[in-house]
């Protein structure tokens, strides 16, 4: 259903608050009866703000929670417990806006408040740089309050978004270096919430979690145990295809698991690539619904994948994972592509880290390339004793000494 959104958004109060010292927002979340909270991010990005539901839900439990996602992420989050109504929208950076959700009647009923003016506050929980229009919708929606993060958090988003902090009615300063995590447990804690609860809890649909099990009957069969590999990622976070093809198959071969390929349907071309790469036969994924996937990750004995979505899954699902970041070890901690800001929120023992020790020149703090760059550092023969020896301790079958 589209709805028309002023070509500006509407100027607000715009009150910036530092976080330092706990500053606090000017919310009443115990008098708020229905707010919406605008994320408009990719996979992982939605995982990581789970435990920013989980506490505005603790905290106000009587409220009306509705989150808007992006279309590519609502498999994941329409079966989120700590919300009541999750609909979805595409990027727009101009002109109406397209809602959708689990039906028409749902989505008219979202549309009938979005268009009513009827949410107290309207939250857009993002720290860094707004890129997908995240403040036009909750600005657009009326709410009595629109409360976000600051321009002046990051240097990037003070460029990207300038000007932005008037369409607030107030913005929370915090220019900590943290995991993005802590940012929004913070955030929760500024708008007048209590932090009770700092783990992460993925909900999955119960449709989805039988799909994924009839796959592994049908696919995988045996004892449904299987190592999955995520090897797609976005421009410098991805390992070239040819080292992660050799990487899983020596870890396939010396783990004696069978290996499933998991990605999106835009992966299509890239996955028969990669498999035709691979020494031992794999079962592909590729072209599952997000939900789907997700539940098979959860099946998984363990995942070895890179800075993506599927790593975050797999850490929320207790999923043993080896990440690959390209981040080098000696890199700036507040680097968009840092572990420090992004790593997997989960169990500290079931989440290996891998990265290179320095950057290649001309990088210097992180890598900032468009395409494998710093993390070509990392070969077959260097990854695969280090990344065999994390999944091992879960892995019963797993032999001593991986061969290189």
């Given at each position: 259903?589209?709805?028309?959104?002023?070509?500006?958004?509407?100027?607000?109060?715009?009150?910036?608050?530092?976080?330092?010292?706990?500053?606090?927002?000017?919310v009443?979340?115990?008098?708020?009866?229905?707010?919406?909270?605008?994320?408009?991010?990719?996979?992982?990005?939605?995982?990581?703000?789970?435990?920013?539901?989980?506490?505005?839900?603790?905290?106000?439990?009587?409220?009306?929670?509705?989150?808007?996602?992006?279309?590519?992420?609502?498999d994941?989050?329409?079966?989120?417990?700590?919300?009541?109504?999750?609909?979805?929208?595409?990027?727009?950076e101009?002109?109406?806006?397209?809602?959708?959700?689990?039906?028409?009647?749902?989505?008219?009923?979202?549309?009938?408040?979005?268009?009513?003016?009827?949410?107290?506050?309207?939250?857009?929980?993002?720290?860094?740089?707004?890129?997908?229009?995240?403040?036009?919708?909750?600005?657009?929606?009326?709410?009595?309050?629109?409360?976000?993060?600051?321009?002046?958090?990051?240097?990037?988003?003070?460029?990207?978004?300038?000007?932005?902090?008037?369409?607030y009615?107030?913005?929370?300063?915090?220019?900590?270096?943290?995991?993005e995590?802590?940012?929004?447990?913070g955030?929760?804690e500024?708008?007048?919430?209590?932090?009770?609860?700092?783990?992460?809890?993925?909900?999955?649909?119960?449709?989805?979690?039988?799909?994924?099990?009839?796959?592994?009957?049908?696919?995988?069969?045996?004892?449904?145990?299987?190592?999955?590999?995520?090897?797609?990622?976005?421009?410098?976070?991805?390992?070239?295809?040819?080292?992660?093809a050799?990487?899983?198959?020596?870890?396939?071969?010396?783990?004696?698991?069978?290996?499933?390929?998991?990605?999106?349907?835009?992966?299509?071309?890239?996955?028969?690539?990669?498999?035709?790469?691979?020494?031992?036969?794999?079962?592909?994924?590729?072209?599952?619904?997000?939900?789907?996937?997700?539940?098979?990750?959860?099946?998984a004995?363990?995942?070895?994948?890179?800075?993506?979505?599927?790593?975050?899954?797999?850490?929320?699902?207790?999923?043993?994972?080896?990440?690959?970041?390209?981040?080098?070890?000696?890199?700036?901690?507040?680097?968009?592509?840092?572990?420090?800001?992004?790593?997997?929120?989960?169990?500290?023992?079931?989440?290996?880290?891998?990265?290179?020790?320095?950057?290649?020149?001309?990088?210097?703090?992180?890598?900032?390339?468009?395409a494998?760059?710093?993390?070509?550092?990392?070969?077959?023969?260097?990854?695969?004793?280090?990344?065999?020896?994390?999944?091992?301790?879960?892995?019963?079958?797993?032999?001593?000494?991986?061969?290189?």
């Amino acid at each position: 259903m589209t709805v028309p959104l002023p070509a500006a958004p509407t100027v607000r109060r715009g009150l910036v608050v530092s976080a330092e010292g706990g500053g606090r927002l000017p919310v009443d979340l115990a008098a708020c009866r229905r707010i919406l909270v605008v994320r408009l991010d990719f996979i992982g990005d939605w995982v990581l703000m789970l435990p920013f539901l989980a506490n505005l839900r603790a905290s106000a439990p009587g409220a009306e929670i509705t989150t808007v996602v992006l279309t590519r992420v609502y498999d994941l989050a329409r079966a989120c417990r700590f919300v009541d109504r999750v609909v979805a929208v595409d990027p727009v950076e101009a002109g109406p806006v397209a809602f959708f959700g689990r039906d028409e009647a749902d989505v008219a009923d979202f549309v009938a408040d979005y268009t009513g003016g009827v949410f107290d506050l309207a939250l857009v929980p993002r720290w860094d740089t707004d890129f997908n229009g995240a403040l036009r919708i909750a600005n657009g929606s009326g709410a009595r309050k629109v409360i976000g993060f600051s321009e002046g958090c990051t240097a990037q988003r003070a460029v990207e978004n300038r000007g932005d902090d008037r369409f607030y009615d107030a913005v929370l300063l915090d220019r900590s270096n943290a995991h993005e995590v802590e940012h929004k447990l913070g955030f929760v804690e500024a708008i007048g919430g209590r932090v009770s609860e700092r783990g992460l809890r993925l909900d999955l649909d119960a449709a989805d979690r039988a799909a994924a099990d009839r796959f592994v009957t049908d696919e995988i069969g045996g004892d449904g145990r299987f190592l999955a590999v995520a090897p797609f990622a976005i421009g410098r976070k991805g390992l070239p295809p040819v080292v992660t093809a050799d990487v899983t198959a020596r870890l396939a071969r010396e783990l004696d698991l069978p290996v499933v390929v998991i990605g999106s349907p835009v992966h299509g071309e890239e996955a028969a690539a990669f498999a035709a790469m691979l020494t031992r036969p794999a079962v592909s994924a590729i072209g599952l619904p997000l939900g789907v996937s997700a539940a098979l990750i959860g099946r998984a004995a363990a995942l070895v994948g890179m800075d993506s979505g599927p790593a975050h899954i797999a850490a929320a699902l207790g999923t043993p994972v080896s990440v690959v970041f390209a981040h080098p070890e000696s890199g700036a901690a507040d680097h968009v592509g840092s572990p420090e800001r992004f790593r997997p929120w989960g169990d500290p023992a079931r989440i290996q880290i891998v990265q290179p020790a320095t950057p290649l020149a001309p990088c210097v703090e992180g890598c900032e390339a468009d395409a494998p760059h710093c993390i070509t550092q990392l070969g077959a023969d260097w990854l695969t004793p280090r990344i065999a020896g994390f999944l091992a301790r879960f892995v019963p079958e797993a032999v001593e000494g991986v061969a290189t």
